[in-house]
């Protein structure tokens, strides 16, 4: 079964005169484990139709379905979408969006603090999730003191502590050179192969897509 399923997504701003079509009947369909691609120029429709499968902004029109659950269909569902998303969503953005003053332990923490999950259990998770991203030695480090790799590593570690069911990725090697950005994407390929999850990456660079399971290309609001 498709982990995301979008159909005729439209998204249109103003009206009349001023109405700018943004994204115009988008699909995209993404299995589990598979790595995908939202490929295409800044103000080609890439983070409307991401944000749009992320719950966070409302489409005009179509049809979203997540992990089998019908939640746009030309209307939100009458479902908790704020408690769906934390559940089954995990978002890495262009900037780590760290908190400063927590370490990359309590920065991954924090996500399971708000979903409810504490003590040994959580701390091994940790661990064992910072482990997997090579960031064990590095887990008492604030942000401050990681490079822009191991910090952007810190933050998909925080959207992946929670098991969801996909990884929505906005632009995450943008701020990084050739070498950390080429890093970060093996790290979410290893996490879409080992942990089944699906994961959605828009880029516009085409260095970072080698070994994409599908790539869609959007221009002007429309995959082509």
């Given amino acids: 079964m498709p982990v995301v399923i979008v159909r005729d997504l439209k ?3 103003g009206s009349g005169e001023t109405e700018i079509t943004a994204l115009s009947n988008a ?15 800044s103000g080609s429709g890439k983070t409307t139709l991401l944000t749009g499968i992320g719950l966070v902004n409302e489409p005009t029109g179509g049809y979203i379905e997540i992990a089998g659950t019908t939640v746009y269909d030309n209307g939100w569902a009458d479902i908790d979408l704020a408690a769906f998303r934390r559940k089954n969503i995990g978002f890495i953005f262009q900037h780590h969006n760290l908190l400063p003053f927590l370490s990359a332990y309590d920065n991954v923490n924090l996500m399971l603090h708000i ?24 887990m008492h480090h604030f942000p401050y003191m990681l490079s822009g790799g191991e910090n952007q590593r810190v933050a998909i ?15 995450p090697t943008a701020a990084l050179d050739t070498e950390r950005g080429l ?28 070994g994409f399971d599908f790539i869609y290309s959007l221009k002007d609001g429309a995959i082509v």
Avoid: C, F, W
């Fill in 27 to 41: 699909h995209v369909t993404v299995e589990k484990g598979q790595l995908v691609a939202l490929l295409g120029p």
């Fill in 11 to 13: 998204k249109i701003y």
């Fill in 115 to 138: 979903n409810g999950i504490k003590g040994k259990g959580a701390s091994d998770k940790i661990k064992e999730t910072l482990d997997y991203l090579e960031l064990g030695h590095r």
């Fill in 183 to 210: 890093k970060v994407m093996s790290m979410l390929k290893k996490i879409a192969r080992e942990k089944n999850t699906g994961v959605i990456v828009v880029t516009h660079d085409k260095r970072m897509i080698d």
């Fill in 157 to 171: 570690a925080r959207a992946v502590i929670s098991d969801p069911e996909i990884i929505l990725a906005d632009e």
